[in-house]
């Protein structure tokens, strides 16, 4: 008969269970040496239960080499809550980034809204804002070209209000009836499981081919703005029309902009596809830096104000989501300003756990008739019940108002509160502190009259122009923005498979602009222009609104951008230190990259340590390079794929650099011709201006552009 392996012997005990306690820190030999035991400065390891724990290395086990035993609390509680560390992540918008801040309102708007928050100058409000990519998932990178979530939680002292908006202010689609439709398209595949993170495939084109509503947006999506070079360099939109409403009850139309004020920044195609490879945490870890290094992002916050009367003017319904309302037609008022100086202490707790809602708004800011609007407010506390576990989210610290909330909501999974008393229903006469409505604080819907007309699954006739704007947008933008529309949409539809799709699309574009179908057919190499398609109503010339586009609008800034220093041995420290100097001075960062990580040794004996090795930080994720090398130096890197790339793709992405003679040997290995961008280092104004901006001019000289 076998001897049973589990009978214990006093010899059998966990090895690595001290007899004695040992000093804090010291780390223990025969086998335990990761071991770390709790001192002065470390509390004791417990169970989620409090029960201390002695070994966190070794699971309890029969003999020293026999089986683990069920008995094992410590292992199971461990085990168990990791297997359960998940949630579903955000069936849109699952990659985000997000910080803590305040928004303080500059300008009073009383006479439009009794929302406190809009009315006391002066008065910080705490906001969580997060920004997401839409497409992929939770674990993709942060630079395909997608459109960008733009959340602000605001917690204002009547209660929280979410503005949850995107970097462009219209939408794909005018009726929420289509949302599931447009996100099963844009997302991966379902047969194949690809590509993850991008619209460049058939199932999105096919459905755009199919709902001329979508073009607008699609002109948006495939211009500069969806490859942002930075968080803090993008516009935030809340999209929808929403209402302002004053103590005497009169409602005034609002759409809410943040305008950053670094300016609107994009990064080119090329240069957005390289990063992908590059850094897949780019405009996370770009958030992190600045905030940790105390250059804390900031927009502005502005309205766009107007009346029903007015609105009826717009040759435009405005309660269509795929509408915009040109700032030519309705100024921007500012009337606040967000500064994100915070960030979370755990991504998971706070980044992860936050839900927006349209829905939350404080009393005084009202909903509009836009049926996507409509949509919305029912859908984001209904995905919060699945993706968050059950009805109680609100209490999750990041969700929770910070004023004062009392109501007889009661009980639910993971309730975390323990409310008193024998009264949980409302009216009662047994408890004299029980919460009752109120109606001078309480929120009260504007009394909307009813438009006439019959009930029915009706879009309106003002919804039916999918062109017009569509058209102001593309002709509104610079050569080259328009150029680079073009370019995208063929790089897109060169994606897309199926010839038919490609050729409605092209069809489609003719009613936008003529010879901007042209160009696309040319590029994808079509022999004949597809046919038109029927318009619903024709379309119309709006006026151009030339604040629609970026490149005109960049501010001649260094401010907040990054330049990367390259350095080798030799390197002349005296002109490291003054360039430093000057650059830090305009407002940006340096970065030294060197081809060690340990740095360079300068021409006086001194070491320089590098902030990032050469063939891992690539000149994508800078705004401008320079280089500052021996002779010497600059001919042993010509002849090093990293450093020669290093230069190559700076000239490619039409950024400023900085070469000093050393450097010529990798400028000529890289093929450059020195332009008004390429300048010496050593006249640092002259570097700082050509910074300040990419080179345009550069870049039909390098790449073809449809
Ligand atoms: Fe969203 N959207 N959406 N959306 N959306 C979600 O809510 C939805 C729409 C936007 O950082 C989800 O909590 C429907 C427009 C942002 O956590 C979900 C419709 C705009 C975020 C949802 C829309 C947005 C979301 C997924 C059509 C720009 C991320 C998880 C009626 C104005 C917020 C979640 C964050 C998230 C539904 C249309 C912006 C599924 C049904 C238009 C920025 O509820």
New binding site residues.
């Given amino acids: 008969m076998a001897k049973s392996p589990a009978v214990r012997t006093p010899a059998d005990k966990p090895r690595s269970t001290p007899s004695t306690t040992p000093a804090p820190d010291t780390l223990r030999g025969n086998g335990d040496e990761l071991q770390q035991q709790a001192g002065a400065d470390h509390p004791v390891m417990t169970t989620q239960l409090g029960i201390p724990i002695a070994d966190n290395q070794n699971s309890l086990r029969s003999t020293p080499r026999g089986p683990s035993l069920l008995e094992d609390f410590i292992l199971r509680e461990k085990i168990t809550h990791f297997d359960h560390e998940r949630i579903p992540e955000?069936?849109?918008?699952?990659r985000?980034t997000?910080a803590h801040g305040y928004f303080e309102l500059t300008e009073s708007l009383a006479d439009y809204t009794t929302a406190r928050v809009l009315t006391e100058v002066g008065v910080q409000t705490p906001v969580f804002t997060?920004?997401?990519t839409?497409a992929g998932g939770a674990g993709s990178v942060d630079t395909p070209r997608d459109?960008?979530?733009?959340?602000v939680k605001l917690y204002t002292q009547e209660g929280n209000w979410d503005i949850?908006?995107?970097n462009?202010p219209v939408?794909?689609?005018q009726?929420?009836m289509?949302?599931?439709d447009?996100?099963h398209a844009v997302k991966m595949e379902p047969d194949r499981g690809y590509p993850q993170a991008g619209s460049a495939h058939d199932t999105f084109w096919d459905f755009v081919s199919l709902m001329p509503e979508t073009l607008h947006m699609v002109m948006w999506a495939m211009s500069d703005r969806t490859i942002p070079r930075s968080l803090r360099t993008m516009e935030g939109?809340?999209?929808?029309s929403f209402r302002l409403v004053n103590a005497e009850g009169k409602s005034t139309f609002v759409k809410f902009h943040w305008r950053p004020k670094l300016g609107i920044q994009s990064t080119v195609w090329d240069e957005a596809v390289k990063l992908q490879a590059a850094d897949n945490d780019y405009h996370r870890r770009d958030l992190f830096e600045a905030i940790e290094a105390g250059n804390y992002p900031e927009w502005d916050f502005a309205v766009q104000l107007f009346t029903e009367e007015e609105a009826a003017s717009f040759p435009f319904d405005h309660l269509d989501?795929t509408k915009l309302i040109p700032e030519e037609l309705v100024p921007l008022r500012t009337i606040g300003r967000m500064v994100l100086n915070r960030w979370p202490d755990n991504f998971f707790a706070e980044t992860e756990q936050?839900?927006?809602?349209?829905a939350n708004v404080p009393p005084g800011v009202d909903f509009s008739n836009d049926p996507?609007?409509?949509?919305?407010l029912?859908?984001?506390l209904?995905?919060?019940l699945s993706?968050l576990g059950g009805p109680n989210f609100a209490q999750i610290p990041v969700n929770a108002p910070k004023c004062p909330f009392h109501n007889m909501q009661r009980d639910g999974h993971m309730q975390m509160n323990v409310p008193k008393g024998r009264v949980n229903y409302e009216p009662s006469s047994l408890q004299g502190d029980t919460p009752r409505a109120s109606q001078a604080q309480g929120f009260r819907h504007f009394a909307e009259a009813a438009d006439a007309g019959a009930k029915g699954r009706i879009r309106a006739e003002s919804f039916a122009d999918h062109y017009s704007q569509a058209r102001m947008f593309f002709r509104s933008q610079s050569e080259l923005e328009q150029s680079h529309i073009a370019s995208a949409i063929v790089f897109e539809l060169s994606k897309v498979a199926t010839v038919h799709v490609r050729e409605a699309v092209v069809g489609h574009l003719q009613h936008v602009d003529p010879a901007l179908a042209q160009r696309v057919a040319d590029g994808l190499g079509m022999d004949a222009m597809p046919p038109k398609p029927p318009a619903a109503v024709k379309p119309q010339d709006l006026p151009l609104s030339p604040a629609l586009r970026i490149i005109d609008r960049m501010q001649p800034t260094l401010e907040g951008r990054c330049v990367g220093l390259l350095v080798h041995d030799g390197t002349n420290a005296k002109s490291v230190a003054t360039l430093r100097k000057a650059i830090e001075k305009a407002g940006a960062t340096v970065k030294i990259v060197a081809p060690k990580v340990g740095g360079a040794v300068m021409d006086d004996g001194s070491r320089l340590p590098a902030d990032g090795q050469l063939a891992g930080t690539p000149s994508t994720v800078f705004d401008a390079v320079a280089s500052i090398l021996s002779t010497e130096a600059g001919q042993k890197l010509a002849r090093e794929a990293a450093a020669v790339d290093w230069f190559r793709d700076a000239f490619g992405h039409l950024k400023a650099i900085g070469a000093c003679p050393g450097t010529q040997a990798i400028l000529q290995a890289a093929g450059i011709e020195p332009d008004a961008g390429v300048v010496d280092p050593k006249d640092s104004k002259a570097f700082i201006a050509a910074a300040q901006t990419r080179q345009w001019d550069r870049e039909p000289k390098l790449r073809t552009l449809a």
């Fill in positions: 955000r069936i849109v918008h699952a985000g997000a997060r920004f997401s839409v459109v960008r979530g733009f959340a949850v908006g995107n462009i939408f794909f689609i009726d929420a289509k949302f599931p447009l996100v939109f809340g999209v929808h989501a936050v839900a927006y809602c349209p996507l609007l409509q949509g919305r029912f859908s984001y209904d995905t919060q993706r």
